[in-house]
């Protein structure tokens, strides 16, 4: 009884020491490269459990490939315009490549180290094609942030992968700060940029209420011609009116129409403190004598 027991535990424990000796398991995420009598065999994949030599035959690498994210030192940079700029940069990154990892880097130190150099490096040649107003402004169409941040991708990611058997995700600028010597400069610039904000503000508010004084200028003339047409055409049809009622009235009495245009016509001449010496038998002052 003891000895079947005794038998048991030892068919186990020779068990688990095979299992870890000719075997591993590989996680989700994580790659890993099989050595053999030092010199890289095998590249691993596949999630699960993998058997190799024991050590020293063979030396398993196991590598997490997931996702990582560093963020640089600050770095002082020149710009075009020679203003210094003080950039921090974020990078995303991942192995991409265990065996050229394994050989170039070996270590996530070394790694992060390696990517620190190439992309100072690239920040010092990029911002040199740039102004300070392309990261700072308050114009929106100066500001240039997305296509530096491309440009330091671009020229880090082939270097990244080919050399380190990295792979660089993304990257981008993180923070962004001024020697002292400079924020007077960036100031003034900001102060400057508002100007010409304000200045074509107040053109574009100058034209407007000139635009908006010539229309109601020409409202104005508009309806004054149009009240002019509608005076004339009133007067005219009170003209016309008065025309038909004397011509009626010269119809249906021509000696009383004769005697109230004579009338019309001695009240329009005489005056209060008028003398006239005239012959009382002529028109219109021939209804005075009752000729």
């Known amino acids: 009884m003891h000895?079947?027991?005794?038998?048991?535990?030892?068919?186990?424990?020779?068990?688990?020491?095979?299992?870890?000796?000719?075997?591993?398991?590989?996680?989700?995420?994580?790659?890993?490269?099989?050595?053999?009598?030092?010199?890289?065999?095998?590249?691993?994949e596949t999630p699960g459990l993998h058997f190799k030599w024991p050590w020293p035959i063979d030396k398993v690498y196991s590598l997490d490939c997931r996702k990582r994210v560093y963020n640089t030192k600050f770095t002082q940079t020149m710009t075009k315009d020679k203003k210094s700029v003080i950039l921090l940069t974020y990078i995303v990154w991942k192995i991409d490549n265990p065996l050229v990892f394994i050989q170039s880097v070996a270590t996530i130190d070394n790694a992060t180290e390696k990517i620190e150099g190439l992309v100072s490096s690239s920040k010092n040649n990029v911002l040199g094609n740039y102004e300070l107003r392309n990261l700072v402004s308050t114009v929106p169409e100066q500001l240039k942030l997305q296509e530096i941040e491309a440009g330091i991708f671009d020229s880090v990611v082939e270097k990244a992968k080919s050399a380190f058997g990295i792979e660089i995700v993304s990257l981008g600028i993180k923070r962004l700060?001024?020697?002292?010597?400079?924020?007077?400069?960036?100031?003034?610039?900001?102060?400057?940029?508002?100007?010409q904000y304000a200045a074509k503000y107040r053109a574009e508010g100058r034209m407007e209420a000139s635009a908006i004084l010539s229309e109601t200028d020409l409202e104005i003339a508009k309806l004054s011609a149009d009240a002019v047409r509608k005076a004339a055409e009133i007067k005219g049809n009170a003209d016309k009116i008065a025309a038909e009622i004397y011509a009626d009235a010269h119809k249906q009495g021509r000696e009383f129409y004769k005697f109230t245009r004579s009338l019309e016509a001695l009240e329009k001449i005489v005056d209060n403190n008028a003398v006239f010496v005239l012959r009382s038998d002529q028109p219109p002052f021939n209804v005075l004598s009752g000729e």
């Open 3 to 44: 000895f079947a027991l005794r038998l048991t535990l030892a068919i186990m424990l020779l068990g688990l020491i095979s299992y870890a000796m000719f075997s591993f398991p590989l996680s989700e995420g994580h790659k890993a490269i099989v050595a053999h009598l030092g010199k890289p065999e095998r590249v691993l």
């Open 177 to 195: 700060a001024y020697p002292e010597n400079n924020v007077l400069a960036i100031f003034n610039q900001m102060h400057a940029e508002r100007g």
